[in-house]
Structure formats: structure tokens, C-alpha cells
């Protein structure tokens, strides 16, 4: 499983942007899917994860409303759509993926991580 993060970038305080992570090699089945994020200095924050049904869906606290995660099975490709962000929410974020977990938040439940991509919001 390979997977490749995109769609970071910077913006400014209350705007949107939609990350996407796209596999290869292996590309259905996963029982989970995740998006951590790492901000300077700080430990890796777990974000948002589904099951593959999508039936499953867990957020970080107090991203629940701003942030949804999703996929699109066709394309391969799972988003973390981010809205009204603050300079909080700058940090490099990974996508991720399991075979047998499920939607943990458990960093260390997950194989298959991207290469990260950098969100940065300025006031």
C-alpha cells in the first residue's frame, strides 16, 4: 500500500481546504482510514478516521463540524475537508490506513502512512 498525500497549502483565518490521499498497490478493504496532523513542536494529533463501509466516523476534539473525512472508492482517494480553519489547525497532515484495526485513533494501529502535507493558516 502506498499512499499519497495532497492538497495542503496556505490560507487565511476562516477559510476552507480539502486534503486528499490517494493509494495504490493495494486499494480497497481497508478497515481504517485516517488523517493525523503534527504541529511544530507538538506530538501527532489524531484528526478523523471512518470505517471502509464510511458507516464509522470519529473526530478529534473539537473538530466534529468543521472537519469531515470521506472517500471516494472509484478514484481511490479519501479527503479531509477542513472549513473555517484557524492558525491552530497549521501542521503537516498524514493520511493513514489499516487492514485489520478499524477507525482507531491509535497512531500505532496504522501500517500505511503518506508522506504528510503542510496546511498553514495565518490571522
Known amino acids: 500500500v502506498q499512499l499519497q498525500a495532497s492538497g495542503g497549502g496556505s490560507v487565511q483565518l476562516g477559510e476552507s481546504l480539502r486534503l486528499s490521499c490517494t493509494a495504490s498497490?493495494?486499494?480497497?478493504?481497508?478497515?481504517?482510514m485516517a488523517w493525523f496532523r503534527q504541529a511544530p513542536g507538538k506530538d501527532r494529533q489524531f484528526v478523523a478516521a471512518?470505517?471502509?463501509?464510511?458507516?464509522?466516523?470519529y473526530y478529534g476534539e473539537g473538530l466534529r463540524g468543521r472537519f469531515t473525512i470521506s472517500k471516494d472508492i472509484p478514484k481511490n482517494t479519501m479527503y479531509l475537508q477542513m472549513s473555517n480553519l484557524e492558525p491552530e489547525d497549521t501542521a503537516v497532515y498524514y493520511c493513514?490506513?489499516?487492514?485489520?484495526?478499524?477507525?482507531?485513533?491509535?497512531?500505532?494501529?496504522?501500517?500505511?502512512w503518506g508522506q504528510g502535507t503542510q496546511v498553514t493558516v495565518s490571522s
Open positions: 493513514a490506513v489499516n487492514l485489520g484495526a478499524g477507525p482507531t485513533w491509535y497512531q500505532t494501529e496504522y501500517a500505511y
Open positions: 498497490g493495494r486499494t480497497t478493504g481497508f478497515a481504517g
Open positions: 471512518m470505517s471502509w463501509s464510511g458507516l464509522s466516523r
